[in-house]
């Protein structure tokens, strides 16, 4: 945004109304800034919830299937394990915070069991199928919340930018316009006044 250093009284309003609206424009930006921050230390929270129970799903996963492998045999637990179904596709959706895109993604659910003849003879690999299930699904959420993490940091450096620029280029500068201009402004209405007052002294004395 040019300033016009010009010492006018029009440039001196226009002056100033770019500083309102700098001054306004940083507060924006600054509050964003916070409500993101925010949203991220969320995010880092959620993602240190997940990631625990993550590690312990897969501890339970593997104790499930270590049990299947005994009852049931290495190889049944192959068979069955190749027989399981492609995933199906999933939805990416959007939400916006403070003006930020984020994707979330929608997952349709399921409820994936063994066949009837193989949980007949061991019922821990229903519990094999539904902690990886689980696994899976939690490993999902976590990409989620750190795609997000990642987007909102990338926002918060381009908003911080923006703030920065107008805290410490274009408000210091405006106000330092401001100032020379009025001083100017001041110094030319003394002058004037002075040689008013010293035409009015002539005019007496003639």
């Keep these: 945004m040019p300033i016009n250093k010009t010492p006018t009284r029009a440039n001196l309003i226009k002056n100033k109304a770019k500083l309102e609206f700098s001054e306004k424009g940083y507060d924006l930006l600054d509050k964003k800034r916070t409500v993101l921050i925010q949203e991220i230390i969320k995010l880092v929270d959620e993602a240190k919830r997940?990631?625990?129970?993550?590690?312990?799903?897969?501890a339970q996963a593997y104790e499930a299937l270590r049990e299947s492998n005994i009852t049931l045999g290495i190889s049944n637990v192959e068979d069955y394990a190749l027989s399981v179904e492609n995933e199906?596709?999933?939805?990416?959706?959007?939400r916006s915070i403070m003006g930020v895109d984020i994707p979330e993604l929608n997952f349709p659910e399921e409820e994936k069991t063994a066949p009837l003849a193989?949980?007949?003879n061991s019922p821990t690999l229903d519990e094999v199928i539904q902690k990886f299930n689980k696994a899976k699904e939690l490993?999902?959420?976590?990409?989620e919340v750190e795609n997000k993490a990642f987007k909102l940091s990338q926002e918060i450096k381009k908003t911080s930018k923006?703030?920065?620029a107008l805290s410490k280029l274009q408000i210091p500068r405006l106000n330092e316009a401001i100032a020379y201009i009025q001083n100017s402004i001041e110094e030319k209405d003394r002058e004037e006044h002075f040689r008013i007052k010293k035409v009015k002294k002539k005019k007496a004395r003639a």
């Design 118 to 120: 193989v949980t007949s």
């Design 162 to 164: 923006s703030a920065n």
């Design 88 to 94: 199906e596709d999933y939805q990416v959706l959007t």
């Design 139 to 143: 490993s999902y959420e976590l990409t």
């Design 50 to 58: 997940i990631e625990d129970e993550i590690q312990e799903t897969f």
